[in-house]
């Protein structure tokens, strides 16, 4: 024990005991010997590889972390491992910025490239200045970074004291990974829940790829309403638009069927204006009456309603933006016009704003621009790592389906999602509000680099043409496999790229397509059937409520998919971290605070109680230029390694017995708290548990231990031992209860005067103490009573007093006393005199007078 306790140092200390001496390693043997019903697994979150962890992930996942450890504690064999997301879209983005370097597939490889600069960030590398480099060299880079960026997390993690078993770690572009993500791909092809289809699709036009569902954000943007002349056989008709550049893809125009003021144009057409294209004009029940002039134009494709309008009313598609975001070289073929190909020709190559712009000026030119643009704002969809509005352009995706068609499909996804227990139970109903609003089946392909490449290959026919309905599969033993490099069965290399051979898919899985298969990538599916039947379904399912949507959400339906379960029991979903101005922490609002410096300045203890101190669900803020919840969680930290030195100054003799009334009744309060603290632990409400034991914890160290301490030490008092037995067991037991919480105070104190760690130790147990535990609540307010009557006489605590008079109701006085000793010793009363009366109070106070010297 020391002789100055301090915070220090600790978590460098313990973190590499618990190394060293494996005390959250996974129990293989004895989860085997226990089965299914003794363990307790986790689908633990993995990070996203691709910068630096911040202050949200230490909230959430300290969340994690504080159930397994109580967890651990009552017996359970915890299964609690690490995963990295390495692939996906931001890593792409990191190493571009980083390493100054763009990746272009048409390059060969260079065995010696060395990337122009290291440290980069989204500022100080623009996308004309980056070298172009293969896609292997491109690859060989993202496998660099990310591996550094993993040692950077897990070091971090380790400072905060996550209880994780890093033998159990996996990257979600590992061999293994990979092998399992195709696995999961290929059954889902077999059972025809994946698909190819040539679809309209929402393009990120910045990282050149098709963007899914749950990966849109809206955001405001300035536009303007365009009114615009089209000519019917009569009059002009008027539509309001904010996409004029997309004029020359428009196929017809739509008003509600109920809009009285285009029955008569409904089966007719009109012409549009500049490229003079004759389009239908037609019904369709989304059209909004109240919207501009009621009546709108379908272009292929503006927004998500273009498409559905363009499918469910069988409509062409003129689609002339490209992938790049710029309008298409060659005008469609409905424009035939001089004057229409002589206006697309000025189109041609110029991006989206600047087409735009020229749009506008060839319909004043003409005339059939009415009036000025008039600006607002509206909502654009964004991918929600771009920077630019999505695009929609038509491409061959891969999908999954979700349930947005099959009601079936939906229902059981719904049910699967009552059948786990929801933390808080209101995140369900976010949960099933996003299965219900589903439009489309899950685009799970992506035009990138590097990621899970999709296990398929084509069939060329005699023409060297893709054939699409020949999709070539390899055999399940064959993966995991890369098609741009391994040959389908059946097929030589010789074959690759020429007529009646085969050609590779390119494209590489969502992100999610693999993160949705978290459980199967730790529990071992399909590669270590024992571990998997240990562990699945996974007991906790933690994550953030951002990611229902995604995450969450794509994780039950591989689980409806596969064998028609829900892949855990309970789903744990934490709140936000809000700034001072309660606005959402987040890297694109430039307001993320990294946790590195936090915890090096207050400890990890600290920061920890700062995140045990909100519920589940509920937004926390953070201000780093003033964390009173840091402060306060510093405070208890120290005040856990001073009040174990204290208590264990005190003599404890052999055979001691708890035969004093006030020590009887801290121990039947304490098993009242041990009760509550272990309920709510239960039932994950980790703020709750932390708010009874701490309010007892105080009381213990203000009121008890100051109360007993006189007879604690004085080994002539007959009630010394039973002072002395109650504070141990007391502090056994409250160290154990904030273990999970303060992991490196607890764990210095217990080491003290145990033998191995806290966090192994058994939770604590209700001691069935038969004390009545108003003899120490009556007591701490005597006290309280007699240092403000002190503090009133502006005397010391340590201010010896001639006579005292507490006066309380008679239930209470016969409480106090039973502890009229301690309060005499602790106030250093000569005479103290009880009445009844009313309430319990100080009624009186003669210090006593000053000793000459």
Sequence with gaps: MPDKPALEGLEAKWSQKWEADGTFLFDRLGAAEVGRAGIYSVDTPPPTASGSLHIGHVFSYTH????????????????????????????????????????????????????????????????????????????ELCERLTVEDEKAFEALWRDLGLSVDWTQTYRTISDETIRTSQLAFLRNLERGEAYHSLAPTLWDIDFRSAIAQAELEDRDQAAAYHRIA???????????????????????????????????????????????????????????????????????????????????????????????GRVLPDAPEAVTSETGLAAYAELAGKTVFSAKKRMVELLQESGELIGDPKPFTHVVKFYEKGDRPLEIVSTRQWYI????????????????????????????????????????????????????????????????????????????????????????????????????????????????????????????????????????????????????RTWLFSTMLRSALEDRKAPWRDAAISGFIVDPDRKKMSKSKGNVVTPADILHQHGSDAVRYWSASSRLGTDAAFDPQNPTQIKIGRRLAIKVLNAAKFVLSFPAAEGAEITHAVDASMLATLDGVIVEATKALEAYDHARALEVTEQFFWTFCDDYLELVKERAYDRTDVGQASAALALRIALSSLLRLLAPVLVFATEESWSWFNEGSVHTAPWPAPLGSDGDPAVLA????????????????????????????????????????????????????????????????????????AQEA
């Design 230 to 324: 089209f000519h019917g056989p009569e009059n002009d008709v008027f539509i309001e638009t904010t996409r004029p550049e997309l004029l020359a893809a428009c196929v017809a125009l739509v008003a509600h069927p109920d809009d009285e003021r285009y029955q008569s144009l409904f089966g007719t057409t009109v012409r549009t204006p500049v490229f003079d294209v004759e389009v239908p004009v037609l019904a369709h029940h989304l059209a909004q009456p109240d919207k501009g002039s009621g009546i709108a134009m379908i272009c292929t494709f503006g927004d998500v309603t273009d498409i559905i309008w363009w499918r469910e009313l069988d409509l062409p598609n003129r689609t002339i933006l490209g992938q790049d």
């Design 401 to 548: 389906r979700n349930g947005a068609r099959d009601e079936t499909l939906r229902d059981t996804l719904i049910g699967l999602g009552r059948e786990v227990d929801w933390h808080p139970e209101f995140m369900r109903v976010r949960y099933e509000n996003w299965v219900n609003g589903l439009t489309g089946d899950w685009l799970v392909s992506r035009q990138r680099f590097f990621g899970v490449p999709i296990p398929v290959w084509y069939a060329l026919d005699d023409n060297g043409e893709r054939d699409h309905s020949r999709v070539l599969v390899p055999e399940e033993s064959q993966l995991p496999i890369d098609p741009s490099s391994d040959v389908p069965p059946g097929y030589t290399e010789g074959q690759r790229g020429i007529p009646g051979g085969f050609e590779p898919e390119l494209d590489i899985f969502d992100t999610w397509a693999t993160s949705s298969l978290t459980p199967q990538l730790a529990g071992g599916w399909e590669r270590d059937e024992e571990l998997w039947n240990l562990v699945a379904p996974f007991d906790l399912r933690p994550q953030g409520q951002d990611i229902i």
């Design 64 to 139: 994690t972390d504080i159930k397994v450890r109580y967890e651990r504690m009552t017996g359970k064999t915890v299964f609690y491992p690490m995963g990295w997301d390495d692939n996906g879209l931001p890593t792409e983005r990191r190493v571009q910025n980083y390493y100054g370097v763009r990746c272009d597939p048409s390059l060969p490889y260079d065995a010696g490239f060395a990337p122009p600069y290291e440290g980069g960030d989204n500022k100080s590398s623009r996308a004309a200045d980056q070298i172009a480099i293969s896609r292997r060299n491109f690859i």
């Design 778 to 849: 009556a007591a701490s307010a005597a006290l309280v009573g007699i240092r403000r009557a002190k503090t009133e006489a502006k005397a010391s605590q340590k201010t010896p007093v001639a006579r005292a008079t507490v006066t309380a109701p008679a239930e209470t006085l016969n409480a106090l006393r039973f502890t009229e000793g301690d309060l005499r010793a602790v106030g250093r009363i000569s005479d103290l005199t009880f009445v009844e009366g009313d309430a319990l109070t100080v009624t009186s106070i003669e210090l006593a007078p």
